[in-house]
Nanobody
Framework: QVQLVESGGGLVQPGESLRLSCAISESIFRYDAVGWYRQAPGKQRELVATIFPTGPTNYADALKGRSTISWDNDLNTVFLQMNSLKPEDTAVYYC?????????WGQGTQVTVSS
């Protein structure tokens, strides 16, 4: 059974940074793509960033220029480095993987940006 476990969320002040981690139960090469989504209260879940096993990455406008997605194949872990965080970045961040025609989600990690 595929498992995605996020960690690294927390409470930070505006302008600070966080690095989220997503531990995946299988090698990233098993998947077509792995990415991060977020969902703020009262809003729809939205894409933050995607990484493909072949190397390319894709960023949505929300955190473009302030985030970097990467992966460590030895650890089967995908990271999301977020910088210059703003209060509007407050949301639950979810790890997502797509493969074999299926979508897999983690349980989410809360990120709160507040002074």
């Amino acid at each position: 059974q595929v498992q995605l476990v996020e960690s690294g969320g927390g409470l930070v002040q505006p302008g600070e940074s966080l690095r989220l981690s997503c531990a995946i139960s299988e090698s990233i090469f098993r998947y077509d793509a792995v990415g991060w989504y977020r969902q703020a209260p009262g809003k729809q879940r939205e894409l933050v960033a995607t990484i493909f096993p072949t190397g390319p990455t894709n960023y949505a406008d929300a955190l473009k220029g302030r985030s970097t997605i990467s992966w460590d194949n030895d650890l089967n872990t995908v990271f999301l480095q977020m910088n210059s965080l703003k209060p509007e970045d407050t949301a639950v961040y979810y790890c997502h993987a797509r493969g074999d025609g299926s979508d897999y989600w983690g349980q989410g990690t809360q990120v709160t940006v507040s002074s």
